[in-house]
């Protein structure tokens, strides 16, 4: 069971008795664990900071002490912490506070919860990895005789876990011995932050001194020209740029002035340049540019409603339409938050929106801004931590995980894009939604939050119609820009009447190349990766399925690979079926690069580049390819859903979407939600300048309601027709969901597991319990798979006791021996 802290500070100085901790570990175990706290390390043991404990045989892992109280565990006796790892507390009492509400709501344990909260960089555990450091001073060096032992092991063997440490050299206590090795800089590990953690050092070089004076400084020039005058030119440049002698970063000055680096470093051999290492930031919070903008009247108005909104409720959902300048009005609040001291918080669904972003939050903020995901390396992650942990006023823009940042002094929560998907974590646990996670946070800090979308969830919407939040909207683009007009094209029409030329219609067609010749670009929208999703025998109907998963592989064509998009398994593409021994396999289904590939070949002339989770592998990928359509370097842009949110683009007056009908047939209840909210966020990438733009939607359904309601641009009645489907089968909002799902690789013991778990589940709610049913894909990575869905009623039970009820029938469950191979969790509110 999650912990629950009392608000109390408990005073250790003020009691002379024996201590004992509650530490949570980096396990998925439902309980904390206790542990006696050494008389001398009294003061020393606070919450949320880091210690060390033995857990298991002879393994020693960094927990986290969560409370200190001077009642020893009732079952078992105490063992002694081994060390304690922090001066600091590197948790304040607030963020374990929210940690426990997240293990208590979705279902999880605290284990969990902080392994998901806590950079790599902050763990510590008998596996990690000891070095020793190659520029270590060890001559000069006092040591004891235990560090000397483990540094003679160290310098055999070079890395060495702590464990190894402990068995090689018989000491059994070496946690503070390691800490005194890596304050006196003689080895670092693999895992503790302070030693995984290196500043990023740049080379900044300075005219000497004695040349800093106009005769010195000619007769230096005079010289050079006569024996070496390409280290003249090196001399003129850096002059050219820092005419006041000062520090110049010497890869700056390289690349800006086309010197090679063997010409500077001549110079600095001579003597002519000094030289030194710098610590530089690598969050690079600066910008050249300066962003002015103002709000226009309905801007103003609204930043006025929410603000009076503010008074009398925590969340204000901010509706308007795409293009109407939303984020100016983030940008205001933001502006207010940070003359008032604040931090603030600034959460989006993807990675790929913070390119723009922050461009934009830098020219107006500039070293306020910090970026924090999942693409940061553990360096950058570390800054980022350290930054909002010293509570001075910043901006933080992040993807989900964000939320777990130490912020002290929280001021405003935005959630830009609350309505998408991509805020939810899958696995592992803690299974949380971020943008209802960032809800919590922000009440505990006492601080407003603005929620903004063009297509809110019908969750959030139903939630502002109710008066739960306060609800304001923009109806009218920014500037002088228009909603784009949306056409829809008959596939089965265009095909009877011959006018497609592989996926795409004479119509669509057309308008690109409309587009294109009149100096604009497009965007082409197919929700699929990859070449084709299915190869299949035309003779006997086999298919190419994955070896782990029960589902078909996709065929990449720019790597020639079959992929399995589950588990990754990959293989080179058959030439003939093993089953018939036909080669005529047949390609069935498109994704988007067959649609580039498509496109080029019918206009080999045009610009076309992919944006979609394989054309951005590399850490700074979504930054070229934005700024390269940006430029106008790009004319085409084909991606999938990564170009539905929130992204900016001038140029842009066509979007096409390939083929809606896949977003209107997927088997899910939100399905036709996420296909309203995607094609009218998609639809929005069109005019959003001066110019209308136009957006042509291909599909067999013209008539389908969801289609209809995205081209008149009517939320309002999209809104009124989905809630009344929800209410009849009863979906959120009218109810909240807990999605259970067991894994093994035994069927028949699951089959056996879920019978039984749905019995008892049943027994405790009735025909509130769904299932156990196959899911659509039934096996991944060779676990089969059943799911049951719980429908809870938002007013008429407790959805903490059910939860808590859940808990024990899952504990009594795992007691069977038989079941243990069972894995079962908890997905509450799935998306």
Same mark, same amino acid.
């Given at each position: 069971?999650?912990?629950?802290?009392?608000?109390?500070?408990?005073?250790?100085?003020?009691?002379?008795?024996?201590?004992?901790?509650?530490?949570?570990?980096?396990?998925?175990?439902?309980?904390?664990?206790?542990?006696?706290?050494?008389?001398?390390?009294?003061?020393?043991?606070?919450?949320?900071?880091?210690?060390?404990?033995?857990?298991?045989?002879?393994?020693?892992?960094?927990?986290?002490?969560?409370?200190?109280?001077?009642?020893?565990?009732? /079952?078992?006796?105490?063992?002694?912490?081994?060390?304690?790892?922090?001066?600091?507390?590197?948790?304040?009492?607030?963020?374990?506070?929210?940690?426990?509400?997240?293990?208590?709501?979705?279902?999880?344990?605290? /284990?969990?919860?902080?392994?998901?909260?806590?950079?790599?960089?902050?763990?510590?555990?008998?596996?990690?990895?000891?070095?020793?450091? $190659?520029?270590?001073?060890?001559?000069?060096?006092?040591?004891?005789?235990?560090?000397?032992?483990?540094?003679?092991?160290?310098?055999?063997?070079?890395?060495?876990?702590?464990?190894?440490?402990?068995?090689?050299?018989?000491?059994?206590?070496?946690?503070?011995?390691?800490?005194?090795?890596?304050?006196?800089?003689?080895?670092?590990?693999?895992?503790?932050?302070?030693?995984?953690?290196? $500043?990023?050092?740049?080379?900044?070089?300075? #005219?000497?001194?004695?040349?800093?004076?106009?005769?010195?400084?000619?007769?230096?020039?005079?010289?050079?020209?006569?024996?070496?005058?390409?280290?003249?030119?090196?001399?003129?440049?850096?002059?050219?740029?820092? +005419?006041?002698?000062?520090?110049?970063?010497?890869?700056?000055?390289?690349?800006?002035?086309?010197?090679?680096? +063997?010409?500077?470093?001549?110079?600095?051999?001579?003597?002519?340049?000094?030289?030194?290492?710098?610590?530089?930031?690598?969050?690079?919070?600066?910008?050249?540019?300066?962003?002015?903008?103002?709000?226009?009247?309905?801007?103003?108005?609204?930043?006025?409603?929410?603000?009076?909104?503010?008074?009398?409720?925590?969340?204000?959902?901010?509706?308007?339409?795409?293009?109407?300048?939303?984020?100016?009005?983030?940008?205001?609040?933001?502006?207010?938050?940070?003359? *008032?001291?604040?931090?603030?918080? @600034?959460?989006?669904?993807?990675?790929?929106?913070?390119?723009?972003?922050?461009?934009?939050?830098?020219?107006?903020?500039?070293?306020?801004?910090?970026?924090?995901? =999942?693409?940061?390396?553990?360096?950058?992650?570390?800054?980022?931590?350290?930054?909002? +942990? =010293? &509570?001075?006023?910043?901006?933080?823009?992040?993807?989900?995980?964000?939320?777990?940042?130490?912020?002290?002094?929280?001021?405003?929560?935005?959630?830009?894009?609350?309505?998408? *998907?991509?805020?939810?974590?899958?696995?592992?646990?803690?299974?949380?939604?971020?943008?209802?996670? *960032?809800? #919590?946070?922000?009440?505990?800090?006492?601080?407003?939050?603005?929620?903004? =979308?063009?297509?809110?969830?019908?969750?959030?919407?139903?939630?502002?119609?109710?008066?739960? @939040?306060?609800?304001?909207?923009?109806?009218?683009?920014? /500037?002088?820009?228009?909603? $784009?007009?949306?056409?829809?094209?008959?596939?089965?029409?265009?095909?009877?009447?011959?006018?497609?030329?592989?996926?795409?219609?004479?119509?669509?067609?057309?308008?690109?190349?409309?587009?294109?010749? =009149?100096?604009?670009? *497009?965007?082409?929208?197919?929700?699929?990766?990859?070449?084709?999703?299915?190869?299949?025998?035309?003779?006997?109907?086999?298919?190419?399925?994955?070896?782990?998963?029960?589902?078909?592989?996709?065929?990449?064509?720019?790597?020639?690979?079959?992929?399995?998009?589950?588990? &990754?398994?990959?293989?080179?593409?058959?030439?003939?079926?093993?089953?018939?021994?036909?080669?005529?396999?047949?390609?069935?289904?498109?994704?988007?690069?067959?649609?580039?590939?498509?496109?080029?070949?019918?206009?080999?002339?045009?610009?076309?580049?992919?944006?979609?989770?394989?054309?951005?592998?590399?850490?700074?990928?979504?930054?070229?390819?934005?700024?390269?359509?940006?430029?106008?370097?790009?004319?085409?842009?084909?991606?999938?859903?990564?170009?539905?949110?929130?992204?900016?683009?001038? /140029?842009?007056?066509?979007?096409?979407?390939?083929?809606?009908?896949?977003?209107?047939?997927?088997?899910?209840?939100?399905?036709?939600?996420? +296909?309203?909210?995607?094609?009218?966020?998609?639809?929005?990438?069109? &005019?959003?300048?001066?110019?209308?733009?136009?957006?042509?939607?291909?599909?067999?359904?013209?008539?389908?309601?969801?289609?209809?309601?995205?081209?008149?641009?009517?939320?309002?009645?999209?809104?009124?027709?989905?809630?009344?489907?929800?209410?009849?089968?009863?979906?959120?909002?009218?109810?909240?969901?807990?999605?259970?799902?067991?894994?093994?690789?035994?069927?028949?013991?699951?089959?056996?597991?879920?019978?039984?778990?749905?019995?008892?589940?049943?027994?405790?709610?009735?025909?509130?319990?769904?299932?156990?049913?196959?899911?659509?894909?039934?096996?991944?990575?060779?676990?089969?798979?059943?799911?049951?869905?719980?429908?809870?009623?938002?007013?008429?039970?407790?959805?903490?006791?059910?939860?808590?009820?859940?808990?024990?029938?899952?504990?009594?469950?795992?007691?069977?021996?038989?079941?243990?191979?069972?894995?079962?969790?908890?997905?509450?509110?799935?998306?």
């Amino acid at each position: 069971m999650p912990l629950e802290w009392n608000s109390d500070d408990f005073n250790p100085s003020e009691t002379s008795d024996t201590l004992f901790a509650e530490v949570i570990l980096p396990f998925s175990l439902p309980n904390t664990y206790t542990y006696r706290v050494p008389r001398e390390w009294n003061e020393l043991t606070q919450v949320g900071k880091r210690v060390v404990v033995p857990f298991g045989k002879k393994k020693f892992y960094s927990g986290m002490v969560a409370h200190i109280s001077s009642y020893p565990p009732k /079952g078992y006796e105490a063992k002694y912490l081994h060390s304690v790892l922090d001066d600091e507390a590197l948790i304040d009492p607030i963020h374990l506070k929210f940690w426990s509400w997240m293990a208590s709501y979705y279902l999880c344990n605290l /284990g969990d919860v902080m392994s998901a909260a806590l950079p790599s960089g902050l763990k510590l555990a008998s596996e990690s990895l000891l070095m020793p450091d $190659p520029e270590a001073d060890l001559t000069n060096t006092p040591l004891s005789d235990t560090e000397l032992t483990i540094m003679d092991s160290l310098l055999k063997k070079e890395v060495m876990s702590i464990t190894e440490v402990q068995e090689n050299t018989g000491i059994k206590n070496v946690f503070p011995i390691i800490k005194s090795l890596y304050l006196k800089g003689l080895v670092y590990t693999g895992e503790e932050m302070k030693e995984r953690y290196k $500043p990023k050092l740049r080379t900044f070089i300075q #005219l000497q001194p004695e040349f800093q004076n106009n005769s010195a400084l000619k007769e230096l020039l005079d010289y050079l020209e006569k024996r070496a005058p390409k280290q003249a030119d090196v001399v003129l440049k850096y002059l050219a740029v820092n +005419a006041l002698y000062g520090w110049q970063d010497k890869l700056q000055l390289q690349k800006s002035q086309d010197i090679s680096p +063997a010409a500077i470093k001549t110079l600095i051999e001579k003597g002519v340049f000094l030289q030194e290492e710098r610590r530089v930031d690598r969050l690079d919070t600066t910008s050249e540019k300066t962003l002015i903008y103002s709000l226009n009247t309905e801007q103003e108005k609204a930043k006025q409603q929410i603000k009076e909104f503010w008074e009398s409720k925590e969340v204000v959902l901010l509706h308007g339409i795409t293009g109407s300048g939303k984020s100016f009005i983030y940008f205001d609040l933001i502006r207010e938050a940070l003359d *008032a001291g604040k931090q603030i918080l @600034y959460l989006l669904p993807e990675i790929a929106l913070t390119v723009q972003l922050v461009g934009k939050l830098r020219a107006i903020f500039k070293e306020d801004v910090f970026i924090s995901h =999942s693409r940061f390396n553990e360096n950058e992650r570390v800054e980022v931590f350290q930054k909002v +942990a =010293s &509570g001075e006023p910043c901006v933080v823009i992040g993807a989900r995980s964000s939320v777990f940042l130490p912020f002290k002094n929280l001021g405003l929560v935005v959630v830009d894009e609350e309505h998408d *998907a991509s805020f939810k974590q899958y696995d592992p646990a803690p299974r949380y939604q971020g943008r209802d996670a *960032a809800i #919590l946070l922000a009440s505990l800090f006492k601080s407003p939050v603005i929620l903004g =979308s063009a297509t809110p969830s019908l969750e959030s919407y139903y939630n502002a119609r109710n008066g739960k @939040y306060g609800l304001v909207q923009l109806k009218d683009r920014f /500037g002088e820009a228009h909603l $784009p007009f949306i056409d829809l094209v008959d596939l089965g029409e265009m095909k009877r009447k011959g006018k497609m030329r592989q996926s795409f219609s004479q119509v669509l067609l057309d308008r690109i190349e409309y587009s294109i010749k =009149s100096d604009r670009q *497009a965007i082409l929208f197919q929700n699929r990766k990859g070449y084709v999703p299915i190869i299949l025998c035309n003779q006997c109907g086999w298919t190419l399925k994955c070896i782990s998963c029960d589902i078909s592989m996709t065929y990449y064509k720019s790597s020639d690979m079959m992929r399995c998009n589950y588990c &990754g398994y990959s293989k080179r593409p058959v030439k003939a079926c093993p089953t018939c021994g036909s080669e005529h396999l047949e390609m069935s289904g498109f994704g988007t690069e067959m649609i580039e590939e498509e496109l080029h070949l019918i206009h080999p002339e045009y610009r076309i580049s992919r944006f979609d989770q394989s054309s951005i592998r590399g850490k700074h990928a979504h930054h070229r390819i934005v700024h390269e359509f940006e430029d106008r370097e790009i004319d085409i842009l084909v991606g999938t859903q990564m170009l539905a949110k929130g992204l900016d683009f001038e /140029g842009v007056d066509l979007v096409g979407v390939i083929h809606a009908d896949q977003l209107l047939n997927f088997p899910h209840f939100r399905s036709y939600e996420r +296909a309203f909210q995607l094609l009218t966020q998609v639809s929005g990438r069109a &005019g959003r300048r001066r110019e209308p733009g136009n957006v042509i939607i291909q599909t067999y359904k013209t008539d389908h309601p969801v289609l209809q309601d995205v081209i008149n641009h009517d939320y309002e009645r999209f809104f009124q027709g989905e809630l009344g489907d929800r209410d009849r089968f009863q979906y959120p909002p009218f109810t909240k969901l807990i999605e259970v799902q067991l894994k093994s690789m035994d069927l028949n013991l699951l089959e056996e597991a879920s019978a039984l778990l749905a019995h008892q589940f049943k027994g405790l709610l009735g025909n509130r319990v769904l299932g156990p049913e196959t899911p659509y894909v039934s096996k991944i990575r060779n676990f089969h798979i059943r799911k049951m869905l719980i429908k809870l009623e938002r007013d008429k039970i407790s959805h903490l006791k059910v939860k808590q009820d859940l808990r024990l029938i899952l504990e009594e469950f795992h007691t069977q021996k038989k079941f243990r191979a069972v894995r079962v969790q908890f997905d509450v509110d799935p998306a």
